[in-house]
């Protein structure tokens, strides 16, 4: 069987590395491509992920880099195309929600390629963030839906999808975090001795919702700059964030609040481990911080992942500024206060989700 990978932004790569690694066990079986579409192109937004997650070098990079959404799903689309009609494969495997996921899924479709969705059926709900159409799109044209929990099941069944499309497989993306945990504690002390760490809030913010108006990044930021005279506040900065900072006045009297340049997965595992406290607006890191027992502010009006709050440690916050401080002191009281450690963990968030995946392929829809 011929298949064909798709990853294009960060959030990609971890989600594919367990499916290759896993089909790369039956050479007889699975012939595989990989293609980036170079949607993300930075070293550290990029090649890091390479290196790290042991992934194999892509046979092919489209090289699109940046643009609007629709001239970079254009542009990916044009030449995916090129490269799907070469390869000729059985199954275009495309995850997540990114520009990239929508550009090769429907390019593949309309070739008359399979597609294999992988974390299909997510939803926010909300249909101004540019990814709940790149899911709504992608679920609509693929053939096999790998969903991550079963809410993701239900809202493809309401969508009037197929049922015997949908098998729900769990979190691959977990998969990656428990084979690379052990890794990533390695790095833990060196970390800790650089940014001089004790007790701590890692932060991660890059939704244009939150970062492209700068009205919601400056209550952010002035909240960051308010908590970090009590706790110190490691901040690794997206492209698109750095850029809409620059144009704002951000208060850097204190020297508790560090920005860092986007970190390769292995440390940013290791400070979310050790971390008092996360704050982010990624989809990726509500999900981690899950696993890992590690509280966790979203600043988001919603998430597409319900169950890293009912099952999970998460909480969604307004970005108002006066918000973000009281839910986050409260999470840090609770915290101390607290000493049981949370260990429950979404259903098939087991680290054995790429073994599932095969299992279906193989059994099920060959
Ligand atoms: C994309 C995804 C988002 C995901 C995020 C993870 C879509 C619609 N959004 O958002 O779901 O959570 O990736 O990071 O696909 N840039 C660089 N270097 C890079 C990549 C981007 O400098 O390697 C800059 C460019 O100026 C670009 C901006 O970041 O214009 C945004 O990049 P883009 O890929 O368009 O979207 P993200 O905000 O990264």
Request: aromatic share 6%; hydrophobic share 40%; proline share 5%.
């Amino acid at each position: 069987m011929k298949i064909l990978h798709v990853v294009g932004a960060r959030p990609n790569f971890m989600k594919i590395a367990p499916i290759m690694r896993e089909m790369a066990k039956y050479p007889n079986k699975f012939e595989q491509m990989l293609i980036h579409t170079g949607q993300h192109y930075d070293a550290n937004m990029s090649q890091v992920f390479f290196d790290e997650l042991d992934l194999p070098r892509p046979n092919i990079n489209l090289e699109v880099g940046s643009g609007s959404h629709a001239w970079q799903t254009a542009q990916i689309m044009q030449h995916f195309e090129l490269a799907l009609m070469e390869f000729n494969p059985d199954w275009v495997f495309v995850p997540g929600d990114v520009n990239s996921t929508i550009a090769c899924a429907l390019v593949a479709s309309k070739l008359g390629v399979r597609v294999a969705h992988v974390e299909a059926g997510l939803r926010s709900f909300d249909r101004t963030m540019p990814e709940e159409i790149n899911r709504l799109l992608t679920d609509q044209i693929s053939d096999l839906l790998l969903t991550p929990s079963r809410d993701a099941d239900k809202n493809l069944i309401c969508e009037g999808i197929d049922p015997n499309k949908i098998y729900f497989v769990g979190n691959v993306m977990i998969d990656t975090l428990v084979r690379l945990l052990p890794k990533a504690e390695i790095r833990w002390p060196s970390l800790r001795d650089q940014f001089q760490l004790n007790n701590y809030i890692l932060v991660t913010i890059h939704r244009p919702s939150n970062v492209d108006n700068s009205e919601s990044l400056s209550e952010i930021l002035a909240a960051l700059v308010k908590i970090s005279h009590y706790i110190k506040v490691i901040f690794p900065v997206h492209p698109r964030t750095r850029s809409r900072i620059s144009t704002l006045n951000l208060d850097k009297s204190s020297h508790n609040l560090v920005l860092t340049e986007p970190m390769g997965y292995l440390d940013f595992l290791a400070l979310q481990k050790k971390a008092s406290l996360v704050l982010t607006d990624s989809g990726g890191i509500q999900e981690e911080t899950t696993y890992l027992g590690i509280p966790c502010i979203t600043v988001r009006p919603n998430t597409e992942r319900p169950v890293t709050i009912t099952e999970g440690t998460n909480c969604l916050v307004d970005s108002k500024s006066a918000a973000l401080v009281e839910a986050i002191r409260a999470a840090l009281i609770n915290n101390h206060y607290n000493n049981t450690k949370y260990e429950r963990r979404p259903e098939l968030w087991d680290g054995k989700t790429a073994g599932r995946i095969i299992q279906v392929l193989c059994e099920e829809v060959m």
